[in-house]
C-alpha cells in the first residue's frame, strides 16, 4: 500500500513521534516483506532531519496490521526505555472502539487468563492462574441491528487480548476471521483512539486522541459525539 506518512502524524517531539496507524499498514516487518511504519518513519526523520547512517527509531507497542490507530514511536533510546518500562507497570491508560458481533445491553469487565499458541499463532484462553490474566472493561456505546458499537478499556496489555477476550464472551470483532468467523477478511473493526501517558524526558502527560479514519466507520460514528 502507498502510504504519505507525514500526513499519519498526529504528535512529535524531540522524542515522541505517535501517528494514526491506518488498518493495512503493518506496524514492523514481518514474512510478507510489505513496507511497515517502522522503515516509512526512519525515512521520514532521515529526510526531515538530513540524518545521515542509520537513523534510530523505537517501537514501543504494536498495532495489528488490520488494526488502526494511535502508534506511539521513540526517536531516542532513553525515551524507548523509559515508555516500555512505564508499559510494563501498567502506565498507559488506551481506550479503543470495536464493533463486535451481537446485541450488548451493557458493559462490563472481562477477566481472563490467555496464553499464546505457537503451533497456529494465535492466543487461546485457559484455566486461571495457567496463562497471563488479562482484563478490559467495555461501555456500550450504539447497537446496530446485529452488531453493538463499543468502547474498550484495556487494564493490561497482551498480544490479541482484545479480539480474544470478546471471541470468547460470545461478540467477536466484526472483520475477525482469526477469532470469529473464519469467511471474514479484512475490515477488522478495532481501533485505538486514545493514549494516555507520562511524557519520557518531561514532568507532563502526553493525552492523545483520533478517530479511525476509514470509510467503514462512517455509518457506525457519524451521529455519536465522541
Known amino acids: 500500500m502507498k502510504v504519505d506518512f507525514e500526513s499519519l502524524i498526529i504528535y512529535e517531539d524531540n522524542h515522541l513521534l505517535v501517528i494514526n496507524k491506518p488498518a493495512g499498514l503493518l506496524s514492523q516487518a514481518d514474512h510478507?516483506?510489505?513496507?511497515?511504519?517502522?522503515?516509512?518513519?526512519?525515512?521520514?526523520?532521515?529526510?526531515?532531519?538530513?540524518k545521515e547512517g542509520n537513523v534510530y527509531l523505537g517501537l514501543v507497542h504494536r498495532l495489528d496490521r488490520m488494526t488502526e490507530g494511535i502508534l506511539v514511536l521513540a526517536k531516542t533510546s532513553k525515551c524507548a526505555s523509559r515508555l516500555s518500562e512505564a508499559i510494563k507497570e501498567h502506565q498507559w491508560d488506551k481506550t479503543y472502539l470495536a464493533?463486535?458481533?451481537?446485541?450488548?445491553e451493557q458493559g462490563q469487565?472481562?477477566?481472563?487468563?490467555?496464553?499464546?499458541?505457537?503451533?497456529?499463532?494465535?492466543?487461546?484462553?485457559?484455566?486461571a492462574g495457567t496463562g497471563q490474566k488479562c482484563e478490559l472493561w467495555f461501555e456500550v456505546l450504539a447497537i446496530f441491528d446485529d452488531k453493538t458499537l463499543i468502547k474498550v478499556h484495556l487494564l493490561t496489555g497482551r498480544h490479541h487480548q482484545i479480539r480474544v477476550q470478546l471471541a470468547h464472551f460470545g461478540h467477536p470483532l466484526v472483520g475477525d476471521c482469526l477469532y470469529g468467523n473464519p469467511k471474514e477478511r479484512g475490515d477488522l473493526m478495532l481501533a485505538c483512539t486514545n493514549i494516555s501517558f507520562k511524557h519520557p524526558t518531561k514532568d507532563e502527560m502526553v493525552n492523545l486522541s483520533c478517530l479511525p479514519k476509514s470509510s467503514k466507520w462512517k455509518k457506525y460514528l457519524k451521529d455519536l459525539k465522541l
Not at 464493533?99 to 450488548?104: A, H, L, M, N, P
Not at 469487565?109 to 484455566?127: F, G, I, R, S
Request: charged letters at 35%; proline letters at 0%; zero cysteines.
Open 109 to 127: 469487565k472481562l477477566t481472563d487468563w490467555l496464553l499464546n499458541e505457537e503451533t497456529n499463532k494465535k492466543v487461546a484462553v485457559v484455566k
Open 99 to 104: 464493533v463486535v458481533r451481537g446485541k450488548i
Open 32 to 50: 510478507t516483506k510489505d513496507v511497515d511504519v517502522t522503515v516509512l518513519a526512519k525515512a521520514y526523520l532521515k529526510d526531515k532531519y538530513a
